[in-house]
């Protein structure tokens, strides 16, 4: 797998990946927003009205037809957030030009890709307003449904706590309020200006990537734009100043969901970061955690308990499913175990195990290519440049004294509790 990367206009980056692994290619535009509570609504509902319809393509069924035409691509049309950027993202699959014998067919992909995101439908000189109150309410209904799955709905919630006032806390489809306020003016006036003013990324994993790449642009780009705006790094240190919060909130469930949330205090690019990836892993990756064992193994006080990293803000969610009656028991065994971690109460054999485990994650990543280009993009998000061998590398030159260290600034922050009981 070779990667290459090259700036072909102002914060527009190529991002080269070069494989003969996949039977197709990838083609990805991203553009990276702030995260914020003015614009999440707005970035949600951009391509949801994008794939509706372009001046060749004026129906979705007719995108449809044109993507069934170039041998069964796929069309991803989506907003994610990386710590406190807001990511707009569009791509197109489809397979390898050698098992279809055409040696255009990936410019025709990127043809199509580029009308959807440059050449929208348009009426009178803004967007279609039937299109756009069908997306408004299909994007409330994302809203509202976010409930239906308690386990993901609790995770949202404790970040939306433990970072009230801050970016991270803005929910990636922002706020029904929001999406209520938008009309065809407000959101064509934004769309212009996410053309105009976003860092893009454009990342293209596969074989035949022998493509001219400034050419097929063409005119849909200024590469010479200007404005661009800048994003600043995440604040990775908490700005509470009184300890942690406990917040409990009340639903009807019949499993409470117990989130703590943690501050490591260490930025991605020190070294001691993957050390704390490593610390995460033995305290709650899996079977044979420290969690697992001593939560729901050894106590059978948890449905599941598991512990997951988030590199951006540099923070740790531990997150269990419990009998509502359980929560202190479980509060203060998972605060135990991670008091162990401190201390070095752990073995050889579970660092080891850890690492086989992570390793064996980085390689799954290069078996999609997806995966692959959601890799190299998070690189050049926080500025890193390492292979997944890097990666790999890094990984097994943890020691234990690292894994301690690592996990001496670790600070609680937050206790989540979604419960059916009134608590104050």
């Given at each position: 797998?070779?990667?290459?990367?090259?700036?072909?206009?102002?914060?527009?980056?190529?991002?080269?990946?070069?494989?003969?692994?996949?039977?197709?290619?990838?083609?990805?535009?991203?553009?990276?927003?702030?995260?914020?509570?003015?614009?999440?609504?707005?970035?949600?509902?951009?391509?949801?009205?994008?794939?509706?319809?372009?001046?060749?393509?004026?129906?979705?069924?007719?995108?449809?037809?044109?993507?069934?035409?170039?041998?069964?691509?796929?069309?991803?049309?989506?907003?994610?957030?990386?710590?406190?950027?807001?990511?707009?993202?569009?791509?197109?699959?489809?397979?390898?030009?050698?098992?279809?014998?055409?040696?255009?067919?990936?410019?025709?992909?990127?043809?199509?890709?580029?009308?959807?995101?440059?050449?929208?439908?348009?009426?009178?000189?803004?967007?279609?307003?039937?299109?756009?109150?069908?997306?408004?309410?299909?994007?409330?209904?994302?809203?509202?449904?976010?409930?239906?799955?308690?386990?993901?709905?609790?995770?949202?919630?404790?970040?939306?706590?433990?970072?009230?006032?801050?970016?991270?806390?803005?929910?990636?489809?922002?706020?029904?309020?929001?999406?209520?306020?938008?009309?065809?003016?407000?959101?064509?006036?934004?769309?212009?200006?996410?053309?105009?003013?976003?860092?893009?990324?454009?990342?293209?994993?596969?074989?035949?990537?022998?493509?001219?790449?400034?050419?097929?642009?063409?005119?849909?780009?200024?590469?010479?734009?200007?404005?661009?705006?800048?994003?600043?790094?995440?604040?990775?240190?908490?700005?509470?100043?009184?300890?942690?919060?406990?917040?409990?909130?009340?639903?009807?469930?019949?499993?409470?969901?117990?989130?703590?949330?943690?501050?490591?205090n260490i930025p991605y690019e020190d070294r001691l970061f993957d050390a704390f990836i490593v610390a995460s892993e033995i305290l709650g990756g899996g079977p044979n955690s420290k969690l697992f064992l001593s939560v729901r193994e050894k106590e059978s006080l948890a449905y599941y308990v598991y512990s997951q990293v988030l590199k951006y803000t540099s923070t740790m969610f531990i997150s269990s499913g419990i009998e509502i009656e359980n929560?202190?028991?479980?509060?203060?065994?998972?605060?135990?175990?991670?008091?162990?971690?401190?201390?070095?109460?752990?073995?050889?054999?579970?660092?080891?195990?850890?690492?086989?485990?992570?390793?064996?994650?980085?390689?799954?990543?290069?078996?999609?290519?997806?995966?692959?280009?959601?890799?190299?993009?998070?690189?050049?998000?926080?500025?890193?440049?390492?292979?997944?061998?890097?990666?790999?590398?890094?990984?097994?030159?943890?020691?234990?004294?690292?894994?301690?260290?690592?996990?001496?600034?670790?600070?609680?922050?937050?206790?989540?509790?979604?419960?059916?009981?009134?608590?104050?």
């Amino acid at each position: 797998m070779e990667y290459t990367r090259k700036v072909i206009g102002n914060s527009i980056g190529l991002n080269f990946v070069k494989t003969d692994k996949f039977k197709s290619n990838l083609i990805s535009f991203s553009f990276i927003r702030p995260l914020t509570n003015e614009e999440a609504s707005l970035n949600a509902l951009v391509p949801s009205i994008l794939k509706r319809g372009t001046m060749s393509y004026m129906t979705s069924k007719d995108i449809q037809k044109r993507l069934e035409e170039l041998y069964g691509a796929n069309l991803n049309l989506d907003v994610n957030k990386k710590g406190e950027k807001h990511i707009i993202k569009f791509s197109i699959e489809g397979p390898e030009a050698e098992f279809i014998g055409e040696e255009n067919y990936t410019d025709r992909l990127f043809d199509l890709l580029l009308d959807i995101i440059y050449n929208p439908l348009l009426v009178d000189g803004t967007f279609v307003e039937e299109y756009l109150i069908q997306e408004k309410e299909n994007l409330i209904k994302r809203i509202e449904g976010r409930i239906n799955d308690k386990k993901q709905y609790a995770f949202e919630r404790a970040i939306e706590e433990m970072y009230k006032g801050e970016k991270f806390g803005v929910y990636k489809f922002g706020d029904i309020e929001s999406v209520k306020k938008i009309d065809k003016e407000s959101l064509y006036k934004h769309y212009k200006t996410i053309l105009e003013t976003s860092p893009i990324e454009i990342t293209i994993v596969g074989k035949s990537l022998e493509l001219d790449i400034e050419k097929i642009l063409g005119d849909k780009i200024d590469l010479k734009r200007e404005n661009i705006i800048q994003i600043p790094r995440e604040n990775i240190f908490s700005k509470k100043q009184s300890g942690k919060s406990v917040i409990f909130e009340k639903m009807d469930v019949t499993q409470g969901k117990l989130i703590l949330g943690y501050r490591i205090n260490i930025p991605y690019e020190d070294r001691l970061f993957d050390a704390f990836i490593v610390a995460s892993e033995i305290l709650g990756g899996g079977p044979n955690s420290k969690l697992f064992l001593s939560v729901r193994e050894k106590e059978s006080l948890a449905y599941y308990v598991y512990s997951q990293v988030l590199k951006y803000t540099s923070t740790m969610f531990i997150s269990s499913g419990i009998e509502i009656e359980n929560y202190e028991k479980t509060k203060e065994i998972i605060k135990d175990q991670v008091e162990d971690m401190i201390k070095g109460n752990f073995t050889d054999e579970d660092i080891s195990d850890a690492k086989n485990s992570i390793i064996t994650s980085i390689k799954t990543l290069q078996d999609n290519n997806y995966t692959v280009a959601e890799y190299y993009l998070s690189n050049v998000i926080s500025g890193e440049n390492r292979s997944f061998d890097d990666y790999v590398n890094s990984i097994q030159n943890v020691t234990k004294e690292d894994i301690v260290k690592s996990c001496q600034v670790l600070k609680l922050d937050t206790i989540y509790f979604l419960t059916n009981e009134d608590k104050r």
